[in-house]
């Protein structure tokens, strides 16, 4: 009963629940809307210069090394989520629209998240290295495997165009903060030590920002009064069936790989995540003429769905025991 009450009670938890409430009732637009996002983008690029400021380059190249456990990450975004979407396609027309079915499947699609599942893994104390590398790479590949898997798998309008500045956001936005992080490691790493608290702040402010310019965005939109009422109680019921479908196999399936705690943890939340980020602006590519508000409204709620199941989860693994050190006795 204690586990329960510090889960349903737990700050962060209660922090997105807060944030996506308030965000609802006073979503940003016009010039808020944009420092919002400009915001929310600064916090990330300091979230992953502070990942490399941490990480020592040897455990960065043994995170680049562990392609088994990228593999698995990988199978579970691009080979597992679509199988799963292609099966609920069971569901239409009797439970949910063509439209909503076509939103579950483009978010069967989409890449994982990444600045979520790198602050989840290091919230949990999991191989933050190894979450970089698979959540950075998964969501550079998303920029052509989505496209491809969503003109084989569904009927548009017109064919994908992909933008190369896509790339170099990611590359702007994520992989040039980390690489400064390393550069800047020797001079920052000992300050970083004894203010471990800013760390944990910039985590999970992160995510907080990333809730909150969700639900600006989709009140702007008028998404939620487009569609009945009990369809979104279907797609909420649909999305939490997905995720636990997902977590359950990853879990499982990286203790059938021999992996570590850690590596099992990377896995379980880059494996399991769908980013909204890089969806909303595919499904504006991608779905032209088309009601995007209500193809992209499972994506939208799985986000928040999925934010907040892994804040529980990575809450638990946050307050296990750190293991003890190993003695040595002389002979």
Known sequence: MKALRDTVLDPFLLSIF????????????????????????????????????RLSPRDAWEGVKHWRLHSVILASTYLLF?????????????LISEDLYTGVLFLCLVPSTVQSSIAFTSIARGNVAGAVVSASFSNIL??????????????TTGSASI???????????????????????????????????????????SILLVVFSAFSASMNQHVWSSVALWRIGIVVAVCILLL????????????????????????????????????????????????IGL?????????????????????????????????????
């Open 18 to 53: 807060a944030v996506a409430a308030l965000a609802s009732i006073f979503p940003a637009s016009g010039t808020a809307e944009d420092v919002l996002g400009w915001v929310t983008r600064i916090a990330i690029g300091l979230l992953f210069l502070i990942y490399g400021a």
């Open 82 to 94: 679509p199988a799963l979407g292609l099966a609920l396609r069971i569901l239409e027309p009797s």
């Open 142 to 155: 998303g920029v052509f495997v989505t496209p491809l898997l969503v003109l084989a798998l569904m009927t």
């Open 163 to 205: 933008d190369p500045s896509s790339i170099l956001d990611i590359v702007a936005q994520l992989l040039l903060p980390f690489a400064v992080g390393q550069l800047l490691r020797p001079w920052v790493t000992g300050w970083l030590t004894r203010h471990s608290a800013s760390t944990k702040l910039v985590d999970r402010g």
């Open 244 to 291: 636990a479908l997902v977590l359950t196999i990853t879990w499982y399936a990286g203790k059938w790989f021999g992996f570590s705690l850690e590596d099992r943890l990377v896995l379980l939340f880059c494996g399991s995540k769908k980013s909204l980020a890089s969806g909303l602006p595919m499904a504006a590519v991608l779905f032209v003429g088309q009601p």
């Open 295 to 331: 193809i992209v409204l499972p994506l939208l709620l799985f986000h928040q769905i999925q934010l907040m199941v892994c804040t529980v989860i990575a809450q638990h693994f946050a307050r296990r025991p750190e293991p003890s050190p190993v003695a040595v006795v002389a002979d």
